[in-house]
């Protein structure tokens, strides 16, 4: 699997439409969903983002990815000042629930929250700004068009169906973004030297990668690979695999019916002790005590 698909897998949405007259002028909402990430894309008029730093329009077309769990404020005038309404992206404001009209005047905004049960890995955060907008043109906006088109339609299991879509459009837009950035860990996964390595630890997380084995992929020396991945990566080729295989655990620890010793297996480890060990050297917790904290 391609490193940034790996990334990128555990991001699942929850989604809604928000219309008039929610959104008539003047508007402030403030998203309080405490969601990991946060897609915003308008079906007909312009909003701005307010969150850390500088204000962001976002326009028809345009797909918008706040980083949360810090709450967030759209508005049609992010120079006024005043009250703001809560709202979740289930469609909940001020405990009622508003819906998609075509025809109405106003401002119509699709927002999707990905609220994850796994842990969203933190390098993928780590280098995504508070907010960020993929433009009209960009590789997703026929799936938007297309999400509108079957939004305004009245869907069948519209709500089911929604979620999965927005999914893929939140997916599109943060590949489309890192594509466009080029950001340290993504030139880092384009290196001669670096890239075969880190698509190797994806493609094989529980393999009993050694330095000198992961040299050999990459063709150098263990003392030039070393080097160059710290250098890209910002931390040793171990340790990025330790952070690798820990998240893939969380995933997995939150799957029905997991076991502590059965997780073990599938992220590398010999046996449940040296996992457990390790998980909560990396996470505070033990792999025992995270499993039964899970939602059932």
Request: charged share 20%; with cysteine.
């Amino acid at each position: 699997m391609e490193p940034l698909d790996d990334l990128l897998r555990s991001v699942r949405a929850d989604g809604a439409v928000l219309g008039t007259p929610v959104l008539a002028a003047p508007y402030a909402l403030r998203f309080v969903d405490g969601a990991a990430l946060t897609l915003i894309a308008p079906l007909r008029g312009e909003a701005w983002i307010v969150a850390d730093g500088t204000p962001v329009v976002v326009r028809p077309g345009d797909t918008a990815v706040v980083r949360g769990p810090e709450p967030f404020v759209v508005t049609d005038d992010p120079d006024r000042r005043g009250e703001t309404v809560d709202v979740l992206c289930d469609g909940t404001v001020q405990g009622s629930s508003t819906p998609y009209d075509e025809s109405a005047a106003g401002t119509v905004l699709l927002a999707g929250a990905a609220h994850v049960r796994q842990e969203l890995p933190s390098r993928l955060l780590r280098d995504l700004p508070r907010a960020v907008v993929v433009p009209a043109d960009h590789d997703c906006a026929p799936l938007r068009d297309y999400l509108e088109q079957r939004i305004a339609a009245g869907m069948h299991g519209r709500r089911v169906v929604l979620d999965r879509l927005i999914d893929w459009l939140l997916i599109c837009a943060l590949r489309d973004w890192f594509e466009q950035n080029s950001t340290p860990w993504y030139r880092a996964a384009g290196d001669a030297t670096v890239g075969p390595v880190l698509q190797a630890l994806h493609d094989a997380p529980a393999a009993p990668w050694t330095l000198a084995s992961l040299a050999g992929v990459a063709g150098v020396s263990r003392t030039t690979l070393a080097r160059r991945f710290t250098d890209l990566i910002g931390e040793p080729p171990l340790t990025y695999l330790t952070e690798l295989r820990m998240t893939l655990a969380t995933q997995l620890l939150a799957e029905p019916d997991a076991t502590v010793a059965r997780v073990a297996r599938r992220v590398g480890y010999a046996d449940a002790f040296s996992f457990s060990a390790a998980f909560k050297r990396e996470r505070g917790v033990s792999p025992s005590t995270y499993l039964t904290s899970q939602p059932a």
